[in-house]
């Protein structure tokens, strides 16, 4: 849907989640802007949900490595993330 295939995939990975180990796909994204952040040349782990007959209530999960040399506030009772 984005422009990407898994025979783009650079590698598999497991990733452990609290149902389990599934295995993911790893791409290369050319460029991903979120929160006003943008990272180029970004590696990003893939769930072929759909595959799997699995229907999730969310698109993704940005890692704390995409926040890297930022600093930023995770403000639970707000529901804010406040980036400085």
Do not use: H, P, W
């Amino acid at each position: 849907m984005l422009g990407y295939s898994v025979t783009d995939a650079i590698r598999m990975e497991r990733v452990k989640t609290g149902g389990g180990t599934v295995e993911t796909y790893v791409f290369v994204l050319k460029q991903l802007t979120c929160l006003g952040i943008t990272r180029t040349n970004i590696e990003v782990s893939a769930y072929d949900f759909f595959a799997f007959n699995i229907v999730a209530d969310f698109d993704g999960v940005l890692g704390l490595d995409f926040f890297e040399d930022v600093k930023f506030c995770i403000d639970l009772k707000q529901k804010e993330i406040n980036i400085q």
